[in-house]
């Protein structure tokens, strides 16, 4: 029952627990990868280069478009964001699932170039949860969050190009829809190598009936 690895878009506003989210859902499905963005911003504490990003100078970046090496790239919030092309495509070819974590400008662009990726949304339970989710994680000015708020209330309406909406109030419970998505997708008719089936199933039924069929000598 070969395939191709699946592709799974997850989005979210900022603050609204994407990245812990995915991290646990790589951590407990098997085959399951990240694909790992390269960025222009600096890493933020406890970040490490080449596992929460590739962290890169901006004239780097831009010779990696120049180059046409990102699936999709975009400025969020300041800073450069990009999807490397050969390494997504190099893990989906070897049949390995890859979660990839942008934003909705980076989905849209994916969406027309891989129009059988799973496409997921993380809602926050609400703006002031939001807020609160923000101020706690520290590191950005008032102005910052407000900058990101606003964001986030812009982007929420583009969930409309998703295919699932999973609502972040609750970690465990969100992790378990992330799953169920994921294990659903994988077992899905047109998803499966039907060459197997043929072979194992309706083409060896065709064959004992033809035998059990035959006259008696």
Known sequence: MERRGLLFVVSAPSGAGKTTLCKELVSIVPGLRHSVSYTTRKPRPGEVHGREYFFVEEHQFQEMVDRNEFAEWAPVYGHLYGTPRAALIEMMDKGIDVLLEIDSQG????KKKFDDAVYIYIMPPSIE?????????????QEEI?????????????YREYYYIVKNDDMKQAIKELEAIVLAERIKTKRLDLH???????????????????PSP
């Open 129 to 141: 949860a939001l807020r609160m989710r923000l101020q706690q994680r520290g590191g950005d000015s």
């Open 196 to 214: 197997w089936l043929e072979e194992n199933f309706i083409r060896d039924k065709e064959h004992h009936s033809k035998v059990t069929d035959s």
């Open 107 to 110: 989905a849209i662009q994916i």
């Open 146 to 158: 407000n900058r990101r708020l606003q964001k986030a209330r812009e982007e929420l309406w583009s």
